[in-house]
């Protein structure tokens, strides 16, 4: 949908330092920002051949919509190059057409969800997207401003400011930017986005609403049941997954040795997923012990079981980070946005 | 080096159907009101609710106290729920727990 509206320009003469008129503007997530210049936010429009009034959808409970204009100024603000802006399309697009209220709803609740980007397919070469060594780490362009320009957009465009909309109560690392690659090049398994029915060469993004990254450091386990184990163990005693009971899944972003043991004793995605999910539960005898179900314990409660995973299609399973250690990362994909796959297209293109 | 001026994009959103809302005329007495209680849904949010309830009741003796709870604490009500406050209620408290 196209529309003529348009974004202010706002004209500093000299003696304005553009990145202090940004924080003075209330334009930043904390750190300083790339000024988004007209001619910066022309070239990234250029790149994927949008109008700057283009409309890329809207949050209705916010009264609120996107222009893509709006999104290329807050990508340019990130530090995105124009290379990137199809992947925050792709991931902007998946939010709207999961549920358009989600955007506001994730920001809403005080349990601290930020938004995870995992890329699959070319462009993650393209890009130079890390998909090994010190995978959340800062230090790569692309993962580091692709996550921080959704951020951006929440911010700026949807109001959704510490303390305002955003009412997260511990906060969360992830809101700054949690953007990765699979490492399909070495993986015994086949890309993520093909088990989700996309062809290999095709790109997409896949789009969650996350809590904080947990790594996993099982190192002397010499069996996939007893790598899987401590898995089912995270899984298991996380409170908030159990609250919710529903529309809660897991990424398992199995590390580099983890990945080689589990394929050289010969499991399967399927049978990891199997496995896992029928060995995640608390009863709620324990769950109620521990504050995380409210009422107190009846006689019942000892035997009936709480899953973290309500299916085993529920453990979404990705190959990636380095070789330097023996590690998995384990992330709670919250109800607000389930995982969801997107191509990634240049509208150009 | 020449001194240049620089335009900014400005990446902020904006209301486009913005419209000015005017409030309901408030109640200059709760004396025999109908209370309601929009309980958002959030864990402990029925106990705060029903602690403010049973306090103003003793002062003010509601005619009828008519709980209701959102079916999601980000959502605004839905349109329902809204229609039962306006038949049943003549005052309501919002309430937000955790």
Redesign the interface.
Known sequence: MASD?R????????S?D?VE??YRRG?TDGMPVA????EK?NQMLDYVGLSPGDVLGEVP?R????TA??A???C??AGCLPEYFPIVLAAMKALFEHDP?CI??IS???NSTGIMLLVNGPIRKNIDLNCTDNLFSPGYRANSTIGRAIR?IFI????QRPGVLDRG?MGSLTKYSVCFGEDEEDSPWEPYHVTQGFVADQSTVTVAAIQDVEMFGNRYGTTGESLMDSIVEGMASHGLAIYFGRGIKWFWVVGHWHAEMLNRLGWTRPLMQEYIQERSYRTRAQLKGLGYI?GEVVVQDETERVYAAQAAEDILIVKAGGNSGIYSNLIMNYYGVEATTVPIVNPKS | MSLQSISLVDPTGADPGMTSLNLSPRPVDLKGKRLGLLDNSKANSDIILNAIAEVLNQQYEFADIFYVQKHSACLPPVPEILADLHRNCDVVIAGVGD
């Open positions: 509206a974004a202010l320009i706002h004209d500093l003469d000299y304005q553009p008129e940004c334009w000024p988004p210049t007209v936010v409970v009264r609120r919509v996107l204009e709006q290329a100024a807050n340019v603000m209220n506001h709803e809403a609740v005080t951006l700026n465009v949807f109001e109560c409210k």
